[in-house]
């Protein structure tokens, strides 16, 4: 199956800082990357889906000018936590596709911890 | 409501012995149907998916799933468990509708116990 890396696979910030997560597929162009939040011992709620070169759709209830989502290339899609909060401290994974494609590919995820 | 039910939040199974871990839908058309493994701190890892034809799907790490239409059920099973097979598992439903926007269930924590 197609590849996607993330980077970083852990992150720890201060308070009001930014972070930025990286979303890449090795092996493929991925038109379509989503990126997902996933709580403690709870299931993936999807935050956004990024296609490349248009503006992400956010689900309800994401703030999109905190979880601010950049899919510039075939290859890339960042998610940057703009003035984390410790509440923001979560496991952010991404996932990719294309229309030739019938399913998601999934990144490792990133463990995010804000201080 | 197009949803995706895992009614069971643990399953425990000692090992050696079949297990099953249920999923049931509500998603109109002809959904396409998946199951991944999540280990701790890890990504989520495929396990097999349905898109269609047989209804009897086989996976990796020994696992297969049977797809029921009418009774619209997708459950996993696997005939002999492993204590390495405890994880937590996921099951996901997707419209073939060209953006393969994943609905997931809420997950079922499978203990194999030794």
């Known amino acids: 199956g197609a590849v996607v890396s993330q980077h970083p696979s852990r992150v720890i910030c201060k308070s009001g800082t930014s972070v930025k997560i990286e979303c890449r597929s090795l092996d493929f162009q991925a038109t379509t990357m989503f990126w997902y939040r996933q709580f403690p011992k709870q299931s993936l709620m999807l935050m956004a889906t990024?296609?490349?070169?248009?503006?992400?759709?956010?689900e309800q209830g994401v703030e999109k000018d905190k979880f601010l989502i950049n899919h510039a290339s075939l290859t890339l899609s960042t998610l940057t936590v703009t003035s984390a909060h410790p509440e923001d401290s979560s496991f952010y994974i991404c996932?990719?596709?294309?229309?030739?494609?019938?399913?998601?590919?999934f990144g490792p995820g990133t463990r995010l911890t804000v201080l | 409501a197009q949803s995706v039910a895992q009614p069971e939040d643990q399953v425990n199974v000692a090992e050696g012995n079949p297990l099953t871990v249920k999923c049931t839908y509500s998603?109109?058309?002809?959904?396409?149907l998946f199951w991944y493994v999540q280990y701790p701190n890890r990504g989520l890892q495929f396990l097999l998916k349905y898109i269609t034809g047989d209804n009897l799907v086989k996976g990796s790490y020994g696992f297969e799933a049977e797809f029921n239409k009418s009774q619209t059920s997708f459950h996993l099973k696997k005939p002999s468990a492993l204590v390495s097979d405890s994880a937590l598992y996921f099951c996901a439903v997707s419209r073939p509708s060209g953006t393969y926007k994943y609905i997931f269930g809420t997950g079922t924590r499978l203990k194999v116990l030794a």
């Open positions: 996932s990719a596709t294309d229309l030739t494609y019938n399913e998601q590919f």
């Open positions: 990024s296609n490349e070169g248009s503006k992400a759709t956010y």
């Open positions: 998603v109109s058309g002809n959904p396409y």
